[in-house]
């Protein structure tokens, strides 16, 4: 079927656009206070309380080697689901701005490069091209590796545990 569209909400990092299936978006919030880890990686902010949940919050442009740039109330919070070692994890990315929703025809993806995208042909599905512009599709279940998965798992099950 080269019709068959698939939705992707659309985002911003710097000026480049983004893709995450929106079968895997859970919510979108604004900003809100992260309550920072200790000994976590450079990419792990920290988390965020949503309603009862601890959610840790990964900074999307450290995790693609970007430049960091301080929060404020523009910053946008994207919790996705993705697989762990034994459950589905909520992780929260943040990103500069959310764009839209769209739907992408399969056929518009085309497969990422493996050169000249440094760290992030790794994490992409395709690359699609709408409207003259690049959108970038992640593969949202690869943006962390396995240990990088059991340590957020385990943040997550101590938090439990401190309540």
């Known amino acids: 079927m080269a019709d068959l569209l698939n939705k992707y909400l659309l985002f911003d990092i710097t000026n480049e656009s983004y893709g995450v299936p929106i079968a895997k978006v859970r919510e979108v919030i604004r900003f809100v206070d992260i309550t920072p880890l200790n000994d976590a990686s450079s990419f792990l902010k920290g988390v965020i309380n949503l309603r009862g949940k601890i959610i ?11 430049k960091e740039t301080g ?8 919790i996705v689901e993705i697989p762990g070692a034994r459950d589905v994890i909520n992780i929260g990315m943040a990103v500069d701005s959310v764009k839209d929703v769209i739907d992408i025809p399969e056929d518009k993806l085309e497969k990422a490069p493996d050169i000249g995208l440094k760290l992030k042909s790794h994490y992409l599905y395709g690359i699609a091209q709408m409207d003259g512009k690049m959108i970038m599709i992640l593969n949202i ?13 385990s943040i997550e099950e101590n938090a439990k545990v401190s309540k």
């Open 141 to 153: 279940d690869r943006i962390l590796s396995t240990e990088e998965v059991i340590d957020i798992t």
């Open 71 to 78: 929060y404020n109330d523009r910053t946008i919070f994207i």
């Open 56 to 66: 840790p919050i990964i900074d999307m442009r450290l995790k693609f080697g970007l």
